[in-house]
């Protein structure tokens, strides 16, 4: 049974897509556009700008228009700020911790994905993106609700550390 998809059971969120490489980043939109309809989907280019953005800061202070993210998807290669130090962000930033990330990155090397697991991401995907692996991990997300279940965003910028 695919909970993700069934009707009674869709989880409304917005999703982000860290990626510098444009027609990645468009292809991820699509084949995640397909597969969860319900979820809004938004692109960031930097590990920076995702971090602008969970913290409402530089443009993105509008949470109408950037609604905080149940889920991430963060190429670890992407410029500036390297995914690893956005794990790491992330984890030591309550309650951006909670927030559910898979990691993606050109290397399918084992290694890279049990590092990235070691820095708190919760699945791996390899790029390009299969559309059939990218259904299969969503199915297997929808089954353990609580992985996106919306963290609760700040009540105000969080001080910086």
């Given amino acids: 049974m695919n909970h993700v ?5 869709r989880q ?13 980043s468009q292809l991820t939109q699509r084949v995640m556009a397909a597969v969860c309809p319900h979820l809004c989907l938004k692109g960031v280019r ?3 700008e995702l971090i602008d953005y969970l913290k409402g800061e530089r443009g993105f202070s ?3 228009q950037f609604p905080y993210p149940i889920l991430v998807l963060l190429d670890l290669t992407a410029p500036g700020t390297h995914g ?11 309650p951006h911790n909670q927030l559910p990330v898979v990691a993606l990155t050109g ?4 290694q890279v994905a049990q590092r990235a697991y070691a820095f708190g991401a919760r699945s791996f995907l390899a790029k390009p993106l299969n559309p059939n ?14 992985w996106l279940e919306p963290p ?10």
């Fill in 62 to 64: 509008d949470r109408t």
């Fill in 107 to 110: 290397s399918g090397e084992m």
């Fill in 133 to 146: 692996e990218l259904k299969h991990m969503m199915d297997a997300i929808g089954k353990f609700e609580h």
């Fill in 84 to 94: 690893f130090e956005v794990l790491a962000w992330l984890a030591a930033h309550p």
């Fill in 12 to 24: 409304p969120g917005t999703v982000i897509i860290v990626d510098d490489d444009v027609e990645a």
């Fill in 152 to 161: 609760r965003p700040p009540a105000s910028p969080a001080p910086e550390m």
């Fill in 46 to 48: 930097s590990g920076g």
């Fill in 5 to 9: 998809e069934t009707p009674g059971r």
